[in-house]
């Protein structure tokens, strides 16, 4: 006689708890272990097999894995003949990296399972819902079966977002798909083509070019990246071509078809002329929307934008008694640092404690080659909102150590107060950016001036000295430019 499967509810599961936190990803496991210091019993039900979300299993941590190994092959096939080193006969070995990229997300989302016991926070396997009168279903995540019920004095929803769809594009799992199937092709695509121009887009169209696959991006917009800083976008569009992605603007794509390993797309160009082109692989990255599936949100009375969005307060709370909600979830901007911070400042609320999200000093970066990173605002939000404003910008062709690494591409440029001085904006293209912006965003934090930039030492030879020189540049007095 075969046993029955483990219940997925703890055999320790508190009668009452403090908090049950629906969703495991960074926003929703960083939440709960916030609230276990702060002495909550909390509970975490999350759908998957691991934890983690989207960014451990499927997002963040695997895209930078495969952006890291593509990036040594391509510079060992192309960039080590100036320092001086011969290589030959280097081929990749995508089973073998790929495994690599799986062996990281596994010692991560472990990690995040060894925390949870560590905080002594109950998790729980299921598809949580939303039943009303501090009352949680946790149902069985293939088949809808209600498995149990949890009684809670709070709920913090951090269900996050799932991949967006295109009419007229079915996906498939396969050879159409999202950008899950793209961290996991067995081999390098002859022809990528790819719908959307986005950071996943970019990204991981990066890393197949790089791998060897001609790269095509069919991008609906008129140029690339919109919503950063006119310069970057400007800089960005002659550096990457250059690396092997072929980009078609103002591209409305109305369907895509396979014909056994081959896939047919079709869109309309910017004369609204009929086109199409053909590839091996397709991938769909349009961006992704706010997951509430299963949820019974509204049945509840929680508001949904007209985006599909959950309208939270400064605070988090839905108005729904006892119910809050933060990350991919609600509106803004779909990061998993801003959703950790966001869960980290929504149970500091409920334990009756100041917690705060500084929208303007999140920083955004996107891990092509060169990196692309930014803070507060760019300049058309600054002329929009009227606000005076001086601005200063270095190159990386002018820093030593950039010379020095061989990536001079890309510069630094800073936004600031025109009567204040207050730095209200920072923008990079060039190496390493995602690690260097953090200086600009602590100043955003701190209401920094770009004079207290300017009068800091940094250390020589640093890429951190062209945010030195940058910040100079503000009040027009660089040194070495």
């Not at 080193?85 to 990296?97: A, P």
């Not at 250059?242 to 396979?258: K, P, S």
């Amino acid at each position: 006689m075969s046993k029955a499967p483990p219940s997925p509810i703890p055999a320790d599961l508190p009668a009452r708890l403090d908090l049950v936190v629906i969703g495991a990803g960074p926003g929703g496991y960083v939440a709960a272990i916030r609230a276990a210091q702060l002495g909550m019993k909390v509970a975490c039900i999350e759908k998957d097999p691991t934890l983690g979300g989207t960014c451990l299993n499927v997002g963040c941590i695997p895209s930078k894995a495969l952006l890291d190994s593509s990036e040594r092959y391509e510079d060992i096939r192309k960039h080590l003949r100036p320092h001086g080193i011969k290589v030959s006969g280097v081929e990749i070995d995508v089973t073998k990296m790929l495994r690599r990229k799986d062996k990281i997300v596994r010692q991560l989302t472990g990690g995040v399972d060894f925390l949870f016991k560590k905080n002594g926070i109950h998790r729980i396997r299921g598809l949580g819902s939303l039943r009303g009168d501090g009352r949680v279903g946790v149902s069985d995540p293939e088949n809808g079966r209600l498995l149990a019920e949890l009684v809670t004095d709070k709920i913090l929803i951090a269900t996050g977002s799932v991949p967006a769809s295109l009419r007229g594009v079915e996906f498939d799992g396969d050879r159409i798909g999202t950008s899950t199937e793209a961290l996991s092709y067995p081999s390098v695509p002859e022809h990528l083509m790819i719908i959307g121009a986005g950071v996943i887009g970019l990204e991981l169209g990066s890393v197949w070019a790089r791998l060897g696959a001609k790269v095509t991006v069919l991008e609906y917009l008129p140029s690339l990246l919109a919503m950063m800083d006119p310069d970057i976008s400007k800089a960005a569009a002659k550096i990457f071509p250059r690396q092997g992605l072929d980009f078609v603007f103002n591209a409305r794509v109305t369907g895509a078809t396979r014909r056994g390993d081959v896939v047919d797309v079709t869109y309309q160009d910017k004369a609204d002329q009929p086109q199409s082109i053909s590839g091996d692989r397709l991938l769909v990255a349009v961006g992704r929307w706010p997951n509430t599936r299963g949820l019974n949100a509204e049945q509840v009375g929680l508001t949904l934008n007209k985006r599909g969005y959950i309208e939270v307060d400064e605070h988090y709370f839905t108005g729904v008694p006892g119910v809050y909600a933060i990350g991919d979830v609600i509106p803004g901007i779909m990061l998993a640092h801003k959703a950790e911070h966001e869960g980290v400042a929504a149970v500091e609320h409920m334990a009756g404690l100041g917690g705060h999200v500084n929208y303007d000093a999140i920083p955004n970066v996107i891990y092509t080659h060169p990196e692309i990173a930014s803070v507060g605002k760019t300049e058309p939000e600054l002329k929009e909102a009227g606000i005076p404003y001086k601005h200063g910008s270095f190159p990386f062709a002018a820093n030593g150590r950039a010379k020095a690494m061989g990536q001079t591409d890309g510069f630094v440029k800073i936004l600031a107060h025109a009567e204040t001085d207050r730095i209200l904006g920072a923008h990079i293209i060039g190496p390493r950016a995602s690690d260097t912006i953090a200086e600009l965003a602590v100043a955003v934090e701190f209401s920094a001036s770009s004079e207290d930039i300017a009068r800091s030492v940094h250390a020589h030879p640093t890429l951190a000295e062209a945010i030195k020189e940058a910040a100079l540049g503000v009040d027009g007095r660089m040194i070495n430019l």
